[in-house]
């Protein structure tokens, strides 16, 4: 069999290390041979794709629709696209399509680790761990600032009652927490099983103590938290968002907190996060003034994409992107939950 050649952009030393040590596990070095960059995919670095048979891209990569036309023009060689990811929002799937180029994602690779991420985050920030760390660091042992809430008793609005949704909704019931969901498509049934309701989007925001966001990025969630969302929202609730930063509307989060609605806001995802997450700027001016204003604020967290990062994900992720491509090249067809297809009329907001 002819060696494959996959080429990865915005790899990570965790990407090589993973992905190296699931291929020996899948016995497929004979089958694939894989070249790890650090750069992302972009009409700049397109071209780097050139003579290989796959790529192999990560959240902030961009796959649009100019992309896809260079690679087809360039390197018309790549006939699929495979994400390290379960979000696919960055890839123009028209395009993939007019091309007969296969897109496949990893949909379930760790629900546990970005809900764990979610509630880690509202954790943190209600506790205020972030000031608490750096505090004894200083040996400054004041508690002046640090009183949190229990968590005991609160409701918890949840936005997306999938994969993830789901993993939270448990954690939040074990906490004693009332949970409060919504979603386009509920499920009443296990609602009932589980002891938890669903509601109207509007009062999950007039109700809720705490609303996280797990919902995907679509034209229908793009802004779901827009300032007349956060108008809604109830005087010192916590905002929580580990699913796409495209959900909120970033200036109105930071207008609504320098009017010191929120209690705070935690931000593992952020809507121009391409340009700064992943890579240090530590010695760099930031010229992003969001994200600069969400992170001065005292009562806000970020986290730089960073969910989905445990052991458990990345080996998952490996070893499902691995699979789909040695089906791919095996003249199999793709597994139906990996493959990405354009959906009718329902696909995600680029
Ligand atoms: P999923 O497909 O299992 O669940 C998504 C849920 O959102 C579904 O139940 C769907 O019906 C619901 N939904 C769709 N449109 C909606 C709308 N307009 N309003 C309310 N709900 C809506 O997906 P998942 O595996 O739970 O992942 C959710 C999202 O989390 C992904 O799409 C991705 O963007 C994000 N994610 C983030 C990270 C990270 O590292 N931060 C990692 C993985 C996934």
């Known amino acids: 069999m002819t060696q494959r050649k996959v080429i990865f952009f915005d790899s990570k030393s965790y990407d090589e290390k993973t992905f190296k040590s699931a291929l020996k596990n899948l016995n497929g070095q004979d089958k694939l041979r894989f070249t790890f960059l650090e750069s992302k995919l972009s009409e700049e670095t397109v071209e780097e794709a050139k003579d290989y048979d796959a790529i192999c891209v990560f959240v902030n990569d961009v796959v649009s629709e100019n992309v896809i036309e260079e690679l087809h023009k360039k390197c018309n060689t790549i006939k699929i696209i495979a994400l390290r990811s379960a979000g696919f929002n960055n890839v123009h799937l028209e395009t993939a399509e007019k091309y007969d180029i296969k897109v496949c994602r990893v949909p379930r690779y760790s629900p546990y680790a970005v809900a764990e991420h979610s509630v880690a985050l509202l954790l943190s920030l209600n506790r205020n761990m972030h000031h608490a760390f750096f505090r004894t660091k200083q040996h400054n042992f004041n508690l002046d600032g640090l ?46 099983e589980k002891g938890f309701v669903y509601t109207t989007m509007d009062e999950l925001l007039r109700e809720s103590d705490v609303v996280s966001l797990y919902a995907p990025l679509l034209e229908s969630t793009y802004h779901i938290i827009n300032k007349e969302a956060l108008d809604k929202m109830k005087h010192g609730a916590m905002l929580i968002n580990t699913s796409r930063g495209g959900l909120v509307d970033a200036n109105a989060l930071v207008e609504c907190l320098k009017k010191g609605k929120l209690r705070g806001a935690a931000l593992d995802v952020y809507e121009n996060e391409k340009k700064y997450f992943f890579n240090d700027f530590s010695q760099q001016v930031m010229d992003d003034d969001t994200l600069a204003r969400l992170i001065s604020m005292p009562n806000t967290i970020v986290t730089s994409h960073q969910a989905f990062l445990t052991e458990e994900a990345l080996k998952n992720i490996a070893e499902s992107t691995i699979q789909s491509l040695l089906d791919f090249f095996d003249g199999k067809p793709l597994n139906e939950n990996n493959e990405v297809k354009l959906p009718p009329k329902t696909e995600e907001k680029k």
């Open 147 to 192: 009183v949190g809430i229990d968590l005991f008793g609160k409701t918890v609005g949840i936005i997306g009652t999938g994969g993830i949704g789901m993993c939270a909704i448990n954690i939040f019931l074990g906490f004693g927490c009332k949970v409060l969901a919504y979603d386009v498509y509920p499920n009443e049934k296990v609602a009932k």
